[in-house]
């Protein structure tokens, strides 16, 4: 291939491509960073961390294909990401039969009858969606109005078009780049909201208050209700709160004893403060076995840094300082070494090259023998 053809190739990865810059880039990117630490800790539904893990991704595929001008791309990723949550709640809600089936591409319902079915056998569902029903319904509109451009109907929806008529008034790509992150927006808080759904406990770690009464480490990340504040609404998680279903989890865990903010550590955050033993002594019975033991361990002025109750991997850690100092070696002392060695290496095949001359000057070795002893 000669190297016109290569610009010919080459070119044609940008031809009819119109690129830019969102201008909440670095805010949306970010955001979505922080939302992959969504996680459940059901253990009956472990799989859907997974499902959440993809949807989000999706979000995040959607930003730089629509940057990169790919822009019918951007919205399909977008639209995958909505069934994706919505496939999620779905088999969350079914046994492992279903899921199975699914993980081997039997047949599985459209999203429409997933939908569908949904509101008949998810109750924390069908209340939520009627309680937000303008949230839901804002979100089916802007879906089909982005389906117009994945399934391509009318002229503006194609790349040529839009290139050739750019400047023309007949496509405004800043009124499609408005749509787009509306819709992006949208989507998230619909990913965020069927997460709370399938994991309302998500949603009880996100009060201060009500956290501190799991006298438990919940693998259930709290959700990002920030993201509402400051895209969306916060009418939308207080309406939530607002439901039955939310309620009767949050009143649950309302009527157990606060913990204080050294036992806190302790339960959640496997840290013990020696200066606050006392105060995490008057909670004891807030402790597992395994916290006990160490309370008392260190109770006895048994100084340790790190507890592994059970050969637990993570185990506990104190504020008691160690007195040894941490030994490693940093990847630029191997660098070091290597510079040396080659050095070395090179040093040597010099000396045998200058040998291997002489030899052969003084008629010592034959050709072979001198190729061996270079080998």
Not at 19 to 30: F, G, Q, R
Not at 32 to 57: H, P, V
Not at 78 to 106: D, F, P
């Amino acid at each position: 291939m000669d190297d016109f053809d290569k610009q010919i190739i080459d070119g044609m990865k940008y031809e009819n491509k119109q690129s830019l810059i969102l201008s909440e880039h670095d805010e949306l990117l970010l955001c979505l960073y922080r939302l992959k630490d969504m996680m459940t800790g059901r253990c009956d539904i472990m799989f859907c961390n997974i499902f959440i893990s993809e949807a989000i991704q999706l979000l995040i595929n959607s930003i730089f294909l629509y940057e990169d001008g790919n822009f019918d791309c951007a919205f399909y990723s977008i639209r995958q990401s909505s069934e994706v949550a919505n496939n999620m709640l779905y088999l969350s809600n079914l046994g492992k039969a279903e899921l199975n089936e699914w993980n081997r591409k039997g047949y599985f319902p459209m999203n429409a009858k997933i939908v569908e079915r949904l509101e008949k056998i998810d109750t924390n569902y069908t209340e939520v969606k009627a309680a937000m029903s303008g949230f839901f319904k804002e979100h089916d509109e802007l879906t089909k109005s982005a389906h117009k451009t994945i399934h391509k109907q009318g002229f503006d929806s194609f790349y040529a078009f839009r290139t050739m008529h750019q400047y023309s008034g007949k496509f405004d790509k800043e009124l499609e780049t408005e749509f787009f992150v509306k819709l992006l927006k949208n989507s998230i808080g619909k990913v965020i909201v069927l997460y709370i759904i399938m994991d309302p406990i998500s949603l009880v770690l996100a009060d201060e208050d009500l956290s501190a009464r799991f006298n438990f480490d919940p693998i259930t990340e709290a959700v990002d209700i920030e993201f509402f504040q400051e895209y969306l609404s916060e009418e939308i998680i207080e309406t939530i709160k607002s439901t039955s279903f939310f309620k009767e989890v949050s009143e649950y865990f309302a009527a157990k004893e606060k913990m204080t903010p050294a036992v806190f550590d302790v339960v959640r955050n496997q840290a013990f403060d020696v200066d606050s033993l006392d105060e995490i002594a008057m909670q004891r019975h807030l402790l597992n076995i395994n916290e006990q033991l160490i309370l008392d361990i260190l109770q006895a002025k048994i100084e340790l840094t790190n507890i592994y109750p059970d050969c637990c991997m993570l185990g506990y850690f104190t504020s008691v300082r160690s007195k040894y100092r941490k030994s490693g070696w940093h990847s630029a002392e191997y660098d070091q070494y290597l510079i040396v060695i080659k050095y070395l290496i090179n040093r040597t095949i010099t000396c045998l090259e200058a040998l291997l001359k002489y030899l052969k000057t003084i008629g010592s070795l034959n050709t072979m023998s001198c190729y061996q002893l270079a080998k």
